[in-house]
């Protein structure tokens, strides 16, 4: 346990020295998150305001409705069209969804519903909004399209069919105020604690992917030669580093969320679940980083194809905007990087009021990202 602890010891020393990585750690995720959170906005206040006129006004939609009222970046308003109109002309609200009668005809023939959209000249966030609307159409449609084919198998009333269908869908949680049981506003997860988590995870792999590369400069400097030259098996050479990497990765994680907790107020959620969920995600991206490390041959080589991967698996993953505004292709991509697992987590302990019961899935989905990532790194690292 000594070489061990003595490994770990000594690579924390040597990582904390560098004055580049106080900046890579603590100062670059600070900035960008200062950044984006302002750009979106910074609070619930600054939210996309859209109004709904629901002409149709049918259980589908109803049904429309309340899926985009789970929207991540946009407040959706049921209004009647008299004050739609006022509310725009006033710019009380960026944009006006009006929904047609015969959604359910439309939809189950398969046809594009009319939904038509009013927004004010000005606007730069017409593309988004328009995108949500999309997607919550495309998934409407699916599903009444799926409950139309069982129920010409079975003989059930197509709508009875599609209810089971949308009850059962996984509601995403709105960025914007939650109603608590005892109906009290619960906290908000506004632009910029959603900046907050999302950077805090990029740059924690990055400065992993920095860290692993210590990896590759033991071995090509022949420090693992003179190393295993000594009574130090490789399990203790390979612990020891992977023990330091983690406490780099908490080090960083656990200061990023006292300081965006002063600085930008950001309300993390339940500690024990946030233990674990970090504990998690640090496991996978340590993992990661040694498998990018067993492929490289030098350290410059890890740090270009590292931050090539990070940095597209960090857009695709919700880092840099929630993956709820993406086409749907790049939503199903998203289930296959870690990055998106991990904003879901944050997102229930933060919104939610979630424990850590309540994101067992994240969990266990950011372990079996690290158990392959693992599996991977090791049978392919070169100690010599």
């Not at 770990?8 to 984006?36: D, G, H, I, N, V």
């Not at 006033?90 to 927004?119: D, M, N, R, S």
């Not at 944050?346 to 939610?352: A, C, D, Q």
Request: proline share 3%; with cysteine.
């Amino acid at each position: 346990m000594m070489k061990i602890w003595a490994i770990c010891q000594f690579e924390l020393k040597r990582t904390f020295k560098k004055p580049s990585a106080y900046l890579l750690m603590f100062a670059m995720p600070l900035l960008f998150t200062f950044l984006f959170g302002s750009l979106f906005g910074g609070s619930s206040d600054q939210t996309i305001h859209i109004g709904i006129v629901d002409k149709d006004q049918t259980e589908l939609s109803t049904g429309l409705i309340t899926q985009l009222k789970s929207s991540e970046l946009v407040t959706f308003h049921d209004v009647e069209a008299a004050e739609a109109k006022n509310l725009l002309v006033q710019q009380e609200i960026q944009g006006v969804f009006t929904i047609k009668k015969g959604l359910a005809t439309q939809l189950f023939q398969q046809e594009k519903p009319e939904i038509t959209f009013q927004h004010l000249p000005s606007s730069t966030t017409a593309p988004v909004v328009k995108q949500i609307m999309n997607g919550a159409v495309r998934t409407m449609g699916m599903q009444v399209s799926a409950a139309k084919t069982v129920s010409q198998f079975n003989g059930e009333d197509w709508d009875a069919i599609y209810n089971r269908l949308a009850n059962g869908q996984e509601k995403q949680l709105a960025l914007t105020k939650v109603m608590n049981g005892d109906g009290s506003n619960g906290n908000v997860l506004n632009r910029m604690s959603y900046s907050s988590a999302g950077f805090s995870i990029m740059f924690v792999m990055m400065m992993m992917l920095s860290a692993t590369g210590a990896l590759i400069e033991a071995r090509n400097m022949g420090i693992w030669s003179r190393l295993f030259s000594t009574p130090t098996s490789k399990f203790q050479v390979m612990f020891g580093y992977f023990l330091s990497f983690f406490a780099v990765g908490w080090i960083q994680f656990f200061l990023l969320i006292v300081m965006s907790s002063v600085i930008f107020d950001v309300k993390w959620g339940d500690p024990v679940g946030l233990f674990v969920l970090i504990s998690s995600l640090l496991l996978a991206v340590v993992g990661l980083g040694l498998a990018i490390a067993a492929f490289a041959k030098t350290a410059e080589q890890q740090n270009a194809i590292g931050t090539l991967i990070i940095v597209s698996t960090c857009m695709l993953g919700g880092v840099y905007w929630p993956t709820s505004i993406t086409p749907g292709i790049m939503q199903t991509m998203a289930q296959f990087v870690p990055q998106s697992w991990a904003i879901k987590g944050f997102t229930e302990l933060n919104v939610g009021g979630a424990a850590v019961g309540d994101i067992l899935t994240p969990i266990f989905i950011l372990l079996a990202f690290a158990a392959v990532f693992f599996t991977i790194g090791l049978s392919k690292v070169r100690y010599e």
